[in-house]
């Protein structure tokens, strides 16, 4: 007997019962490893300190409460400073990215020049590049330009090291902007400019949010390793670094600390959430007879 | 006025020469059709005169002006995709409006000739809906609306029927060739659909591999293909070609042995023409069941029957081609049974080794 078949359902969607259980058997495991560190730092976020360090260990909160939440912010006075920083650079890093990246992979896309494969084989090899193999080099540009404990400091190479990838990513998409209509825009009179703008562009939106999203959660996470090298002001500290302020001299304020980074990955989950609503596919539908 | 001159135009890319040396006349008002085969340069020919590619060399002459080196804006021509090349993002009325805002019209102009055009084609009532929701047809319409807009001396269509099914191709071709005659502007085609050629052209040109094969009126093409390429390619089925011997050129015609039969066919012949092989051609709405001037025995192996008309296939001894005769509706013929056809000598055509037609003297009209 086969489960979850109605007669509409077409022949190549039906599954016998087990199967159906095997494969959900196949889903809640893989989400149990990929969510068992989000569910346990929430649980630990609700115990009181006390309860943390018992035998034997408890996965369930006993009298579990939002305190946490509460308390952070007294532990750490500065927090709401750093999640803005965080915020603050990964914004700025973004920006700066589209801004480049979004007419730099229009021309990978559209024309054909000399040194183009080169220039992007390139940036692939720069992204194959991590951040921290570069830190020294990096320091000392950092130092010459005198951008050490600054904000730029932080946004400068965050941003850097996202473009390449940026730039393969939104190319492809651009890529499958149909040629016809910059010939038809050039046709009808169009600057190469005035097509970009109006045509090209609107068209390619949902790629660039794709891009901006990507980019985002690029800066918001990748700006700890920056943070830690090129600046030592407090006050520009991004929320990694500032969730160090919960490791005290004798003991780690756990339950604090899982709190604060609920806390502190939310504006990036609602600038995401923001964006997604943007993402409508589709939308070179009846531009050309494919 | 729309008049268009070419002037041994090239084009080639990289070493392969696509365009050989192409020099025609487009009168005001004309509509053009290009067609051959693909492959054949006629979609280059058109980009060129279009703005979109660089010619190799040879002049395109609009209007008395060179405009080799304008941009498509500045040549007074428009364009319509065989993709339709819509603005996906905008309505039918910013989509037809697009070339009216690029060079900055006034709101109130913009309006005018957006809901002019419309009104032409139809599309009054879909201005407001974007490309994704209307049909192919209706596509291909604010496609020819963008083009209309900017009232062009000269429209040039790449093909613009080909990706629509075959009862809307059927209409769109009446609507077109209405639009012509509405407009009266100049309008070049191109189109591997000899139906379309015949249906809408004032004059054809036939295109072979870069060459101009034959430039004509549709029946003239019909009636005297200057050579065997374009008897070959105008006409459908194809036309039969057979071999044959030269035997006597008088005043009336070239006398040919054809199977042992004498036939007079009434072509222009001169001199050399006597005891040379030549390649008779006739057409399979010519040939009729049992005996007349001219009589082969065939052997169809394929027999299709389309209500209308009875078309057989039969194999010819040492020859690759097929011999083809199309029969009315109400005949029918038995496959893999000897048949016994016939043609007039008059409905023949002669070419001589080179390919090249011997005129027919008769009267096509």
């Known amino acids: 007997m086969a489960m979850f078949r109605n007669d509409n359902t077409p022949m190549i969607d039906r599954y016998r019962w087990w199967e159906i259980a095997l494969i959900y058997c196949g889903i809640f495991a893989f989400l149990f490893f990929l969510l068992s560190p989000f569910i346990e730092g929430f649980l630990v976020s609700l115990k009181p300190l006390s309860q943390l360090f018992s035998s034997p260990y408890r996965f369930w909160p006993e009298n579990g409460s939002f305190a946490a939440y509460f308390s952070m912010w007294e532990t750490v006075p500065g927090f709401a400073r750093y999640i803005f920083n965080s915020f603050l650079i990964s914004t700025v890093a973004t920006v700066i990215v589209l801004l480049l990246v979004v007419p730099a992979s229009y021309a990978f896309a559209r024309f054909r020049f000399r040194g183009m494969g080169l220039v992007l084989a390139a940036f692939l090899a720069v992204s194959m590049f991590s951040g921290a193999v570069l830190l020294i080099p990096l320091f000392r540009l950092m130092r010459t330009l005198g951008l050490l404990n600054t904000y730029w400091a932080m946004i400068v190479p965050g941003a850097a090291f996202l473009i390449p990838s940026a730039i393969w990513l939104l190319r492809t998409y651009m890529m499958r902007i149909p040629p016809e209509l910059n010939e038809a825009a050039y046709m009808d009179g169009a600057s190469q400019f005035y097509t970009f703008r109006r045509v090209i562009l609107p068209i390619a939106r949902p790629g660039i949010i794709v891009v901006a999203i990507v980019t985002f959660i690029g800066a918001y996470s990748q700006q700890f390793i920056f943070a830690l090298t090129f600046n030592s002001k407090t006050e520009y500290m991004p929320l990694p670094i500032g969730l160090y302020a919960f490791f005290g001299k004798q003991d780690v304020v756990w339950n604090e600390l899982m709190a604060a980074s609920f806390v502190g990955i939310l504006p990036a989950l609602v600038i995401i959430f923001f964006l997604q609503r943007y993402l409508v596919g589709g939308l070179t539908a009846g531009a050309v007879k494919q | ?365």
Not at chain 2, 286 to 312: D, F, K, S, W, Y
Not at chain 2, 318 to 342: H, I, N, Y
Request: one cysteine or more; hydrophobic letters at 40%.
């Open chain 2, 1 to 365: 006025m729309g008049q268009l001159t070419l002037k041994n135009i090239v084009k080639k890319f990289g070493t392969i020469e696509v365009v050989k040396s192409v020099s025609l006349e487009v009168e005001d008002g004309e509509f053009m059709v290009f067609v051959g085969p693909s492959g054949c340069g006629k979609s280059t020919l058109l980009r060129m005169i279009a703005g979109l590619e660089h010619t190799s060399g040879g002049d395109i002459v609009i209007d008395g002006k060179r405009v080799n080196d304008l941009a498509p804006v500045k040549r007074g021509i428009a364009m319509v995709f065989q993709s339709y090349a819509l603005y996906p993002h905008m309505s039918v009325y910013e989509n037809i409006a697009f070339p009216l805002r690029v060079e900055r019209a006034p709101e109130a102009t913009i309006r005018d000739k957006v809901e002019e055009a419309a009104k032409i084609l139809h599309l009054d009532q879909r201005l407001e809906q974007k490309p994704g929701m209307l049909s192919g047809g209706q596509r291909q319409r604010v496609a020819i609306g963008r083009a209309i807009v900017r009232d062009p001396e000269i429209f040039l269509f790449d093909e613009p029927l080909s990706n629509l099914d075959a009862a809307l191709r059927a209409d769109m071709r009446i609507e077109l060739t209405r639009l012509h005659k509405q407009l009266g502007a100049t309008m070049i085609y191109v189109t591997h659909d000899q139906v379309e050629a015949m249906t809408m052209a004032d004059r054809i040109v036939v295109l072979n591999a870069g060459y101009i094969a034959q430039v004509g009126a549709p029946l003239e093409l019909y009636h005297k293909p200057q050579n065997t390429f374009v008897a070959g390619f105008i006409g459908n089925p194809r036309m039969n070609m057979l071999p044959v011997t030269g035997t006597k050129v008088s005043a009336e015609g070239v006398e040919v042995d054809f199977q042992g039969q004498r036939l007079l066919i009434p072509v222009a012949g001169h001199k050399a023409v006597e005891g040379a092989p030549l390649t008779l051609g006739i057409r399979p709405e010519h040939i009729q069941i049992g005996r007349g001037e001219a009589n082969m025995t065939v052997t169809p192996n394929v027999v299709e029957q389309l209500g209308a008309q009875t078309i057989g296939y039969a194999p010819l001894p040492d020859r690759e081609e097929t011999f083809c005769f199309v029969l009315p509706g109400t005949q029918t013929a038995a496959d893999d049974k000897p048949v016994e056809v016939s043609f007039r000598a008059a409905d023949c055509h002669l070419f001589d080794a080179d390919g090249q037609a011997l005129e027919r003297t008769g009267s096509f009209s």
